[in-house]
């Protein structure tokens, strides 16, 4: 059974960082398309950066975040993270960490692609 596990979200000022991570079991992280999503209130759930399998050295950022944000995994741990960096006021929103369905893919279409989802963490920056 697969299972993602966040952790790291809270409460920040404008400008500030957070560091989000997500513990895997059930699937081998460097096997698998990975990728953060968020949700504001109101508002669809967004893809926020994704990262293809170990081999496939493929990641995708939003416009919104690029330049601010990283995604990265950490295979020895099984374990993956979202760094933030210069977190803006509408940066706020539950932060949901996604699996892809099957092993070995490139996650380019993470509506389609990405069915395991964790129960999300909530990030809020406050101005």
């Known amino acids: 059974q697969v299972q993602l596990v966040e952790s790291g979200g809270g409460l920040v000022q404008t400008g500030g960082s957070l560091r989000l991570s997500c513990a895997a ?3 081998t992280v460097s096997r698998y398309a990975m990728g953060w999503f968020r949700q504001a209130p109101g508002e669809e759930r967004e893809t926020v950066a994704t990262m293809s399998w170990n081999g496939g050295k493929r990641t995708y950022y939003a416009d919104s975040v690029k330049g601010r944000f990283t995604i990265s995994r950490d295979n020895a741990q099984n374990t993956i993270h979202l760094q933030m960096n210069g977190l803006k006021v509408e940066d706020t929103a539950v932060y949901y960490c996604a699996a892809a369905n099957q ?3 490139l996650g380019l279409r993470p509506r389609i692609e990405f069915g ?3 129960q ?3 990030v809020t920056v406050s101005s």
């Open 103 to 105: 092993p070995y893919g």
């Open 116 to 118: 395991y989802w964790g």
């Open 120 to 122: 999300g963490t909530q």
């Open 25 to 27: 079991s059930g699937l």
